[in-house]
Each structure stands twice: as structure tokens, then as C-alpha cells.
């Protein structure tokens, strides 16, 4: 920015990003890295500003298992890439909003495109399971599942699932011939149960 | 033997494992930056009380949020102690749970579905 113009423009940008934001209801955005610190700074903040506003401990809990597991999604499993590519090694957009029903907890990060497949079926396997199904997946799974090197037990959409009871939403955007931007969103009812 | 005494975190549990006085018990908060490493102390001292326990172990549970990577470890502590009961070892789990928390005494059933030993539950 070497001029006023380009300053004027950057700011009302800001500002059509906040409006943006306000329409979205969205509370938190963060774009980078995702670390531990990042974890449980993000975790922390949320869990004061629920308890501030008196939500239920249920909500909660759910809200605060939905973020970790998300967020460690991103960390353990978007820096599978050797790739030196910006877009390759942990970093990931993630949003939270608040309506007045329900939270919802967003990622976004890329994919390389051959894993897709892989994804898709996952996801609309654990979409169509029911709870007892869920219950046992997650049981059969914690049993004979080994840990990656980054720690992943392969159990968080299995958990946010379960933890939620709502399908998880998600899409694929093109970003190059090789790879895709994967979003994921999932929603917490803000109702006490 | 020697005891374990980690002080809890906002993000790691705090463990007592004392032979001599007879406490075992992990409580708090579990999401660990590296799961395996936090609790491979914690494994490795089950190991060697394995070896000569004393004649009553009853381990507490007491944790109010676990990850799903912590899920995994735990259940490695609990087939720890598993096997010690298979050996005829007087082996009692004692899974404490918020009383408003429905997932947490969930997740003590489904361990104690899952490995063979006195599993009790107990709300607070």
C-alpha cells in the first residue's frame, strides 16, 4: 500500500469484511496454520465467551469437542503434503458462527485431488449411520485403529458426528488440476439436551 | 516403586500414580499436543506395577473432556489393566462422570463394553 487510494480501498474492504462477517453471524475467523496453541487459544475464547452468555453446559461441551476435533483435523491431516506450497502444511481457514439456534464450526483446507474418493466415502458412510452404528464404528475403530505419526486416531468424524447428530456438510472447490479446497461445516444445536 | 505426579493443565490431565499410598487416578482435561509421548510414562509405570500390584488396585477416572486421540490411549490404560484382571489381579475401574454429562458416562460404558474388568460408575 504506497498510496492513500490503496489505503481508502484496504480499509473499506475491512469494512465490507466486517458487515460481512456481522451478516454471517460469524464470531471467529482465523486463516493460517493451525497449531496446538492455535487449538487452545481458539478453544479457550469460545468456552469464555459461552460462559459469559450463560449456554448451556451441554452446548458447551459439544461446541468445544466439534472445534478441537476440527482444528486437529486440519493440523494432523493438511500437512500430509511434501509440497513447499503455502496452501500445503497444516494451514486452513476456520470459522465459527452463532446463530440464534445453533453454532456452527467451518474448515476449510486443501486436499490433494486423489483423495476425494477417500473422503466422500467416509463422510457419507458416517452421514448414514445411525447412533448405534456410530457408537460401534467409534468402538471398533478406538480397538483396532493405530494412531498416525501425527497422532490421528481416525475417530473425529465419527466423534463430531455422534456429537452433534446432525449430517456432516460437505464440499469440494477446484483449485488446480491437482488439488481442491475441502470445506466442512458442522452445527450444534443450541438447544439444552 | 517410584510414583507418577503430573500437575493438570488447560490441556493435559493431572495423574497420581502412587503404589505406596495407593492412588491411581488420571483427572481433568485430556487433549495433549502428542498423545502418544504424554502417555507413554503412564504405560510404561503400568508395565513395571504390573509386575508386583498390590492386592487391590482401584483406579479413578476422572476426566471431564478427553480428544478423540486421547480415546485411543485411555483404552490402551484400560487393557492394561484388562490383562492384570484376566491374570486374577483384584483389578476395579471407577469411571466418575458430571452427573449432567451424558457423553461422559457414555464413554464409560462403551470402554467397559469394550474391555473385561469391574468397571464402576460414578456420577458426581
Known sequence: ????????????????????????????????????????????????????????????????????????????????????DYLFSGRGIFLVSKGEDEYSVTTGNAVENDKIEYLTELLENINKMDKEELKELYKKQMKEGRLSEKGGAGLGFIDIKRKTNKELEYHFLPISDDTSFFLLTSTISRADN | METIKIQGTEDTPKIMLDKENEIFEISGRSLPEDVSSFYEPVLNWLNEYAENPNSKTVFNFKLTYFNTASSKLLLDILMKLEEMHEKGQDILIRWHYPEDDEDMSEAGEEYSDIVDVPFEQVPY
Open chain 1, 1 to 84: 500500500m504506497d498510496n492513500k487510494k490503496d489505503v481508502k480501498g484496504f480499509l473499506e474492504f475491512v469494512y465490507e469484511f466486517y458487515k460481512s462477517m456481522k451478516a454471517h453471524e460469524i464470531t471467529l475467523v482465523y486463516e493460517g496454520e493451525i497449531t496446538h496453541q492455535i487449538t487452545k487459544a481458539f478453544t479457550s475464547l469460545t468456552e469464555s465467551n459461552m460462559s459469559k452468555e450463560d449456554e448451556p453446559n451441554s452446548v458447551q461441551r459439544k461446541v468445544f469437542h466439534v472445534m478441537v476435533e476440527c482444528l486437529q483435523n486440519i493440523s494432523k491431516h493438511a500437512d500430509d503434503f511434501t509440497s513447499n
